[in-house]
């Protein structure tokens, strides 16, 4: 069974720095991608980085210079470094992972971790 375990938010004042972790657990076969998305109150969850197999890296316009994804793929772990950070950025963090298997891709999801950022 796949888990995800996140952590590392917290509250930070604006300008601030925090840095997230997901580590990935129970992963079979391989990981096309890892990455992060956020949940605002009142709002949808939208992306805010990834990560694929390949190489690729891609960033939602607002964290464009201010956060930076990156992997260990020896652990299975994804980590969200945001510095310069801005009360609108306070919002529940996601860890997503998509798994391949012979014939599938799976979505897997973390728990959320909080991260709130005072002005």
């Known amino acids: 069974q796949v888990q995800l375990v996140e952590s590392g938010g917290g509250l930070v004042q604006a300008g601030g720095s925090l840095r997230l972790s997901c580590a990935a657990s129970?992963?079979?076969?391989?990981?096309?991608?890892m990455g992060w998305y956020r949940q605002a109150p009142g709002k949808q969850r939208e992306l805010v980085a990834f990560s694929t197999k390949g190489g690729n890296i891609n960033y939602a316009d607002f964290v464009k210079g201010r956060f930076t994804i990156s992997k260990d793929n020896a652990k299975n772990t994804v980590y969200l470094q945001m510095n310069s950070l801005k009360p609108e950025d306070t919002a529940v963090y996601y860890c997503?992972?998509?798994?391949?298997?012979?014939?599938?891709?799976?979505?897997?999801w973390g728990q959320g971790t909080q991260v709130t950022v005072s002005s």
């Open positions: 997503n992972v998509e798994e391949w298997r012979p014939g599938l891709q799976l979505d897997y």
């Open positions: 129970g992963i079979i076969f391989g990981i096309n991608r």
